[in-house]
Structure formats: C-alpha cells, structure tokens
C-alpha cells in the first residue's frame, strides 16, 4: 500500500511539474502558475514522506539510499527548472541533469521492487 502511494504521489508531482513547466514558459497564467507551484511543492512533501517510509521499510537498504538522494535531487530540480523557466532563464543543463536522474531514479527504484 505504502509503495503505491509513493508511486502515485510521483506520477502527480511529475505530471504537476509538468504543468508548472508549460505555464512558466509561457508566461501567461502567473496566478494559475503559483496555485499550481504550491500544490506541486505539497506533492514534494508527500512524496519525500512516502520515500522516507519506504527507506524505513527496507530496512536503509543501501539501492533505497541511493534512490533517496538521487530522489531529493530530483525534487531540487524540478524547483530550480520552475524558477529559472519562470524568470525566463535557460534551462538546457538542468533539463539534461533532470533526464538522467530521472533515469537512475527509476533504475533504482525498479531494481529495488524487483530485488
């Protein structure tokens, strides 16, 4: 049940992330952005409880701390691409850096359920 809502509290911050993307680029909706930016930062919050949860459950696991970090700092960069798309500053390295945590983190992640 746990891992569930672990994995549904990331499938809405990334979709959420996803939409505060699009509206900070465009630039058009500042108000719906920043009500949209609070949820995504409350989904942050489920999400690194959950995560924590799930570190406790497997008892620290060395793959469940490596996913941990590379988790929150895939957190940090979701605020900092927000923030830079919101101010109109490019995001290229972040983006890339974002993909290949994005990558390990679901490499580790499924190589812990797996294991």
């Known amino acids: 049940m746990q891992l569930q ?3 549904y509290s990331w499938t809405i911050t990334l979709l959420l992330f996803v939409v505060v993307f ?27 409880l959950t995560g924590i949860g799930l570190v406790v459950s497997y008892n620290f696991a060395s793959a469940t701390l490596i996913k941990g970090a590379l988790g929150i700092l895939l957190i940090v960069l979701m605020e900092l691409i927000t923030g830079k798309a919101r101010d109109r500053e490019r995001t290229g390295w972040l983006s890339a850096a974002f993909i290949v945590d994005l990558v390990l983190v679901f490499y ?7 294991g």
Do not use: C, D, E, N
């Open 5 to 7: 809502v672990h994995i």
């Open 22 to 48: 699009i509206l900070a680029k465009s630039g058009k909706a500042p108000k719906p952005q920043k009500i949209i930016h609070m949820i995504l930062r409350v989904f942050f919050v489920l999400t690194l």
């Open 108 to 114: 580790f992640g499924y190589g812990v359920i797996g």
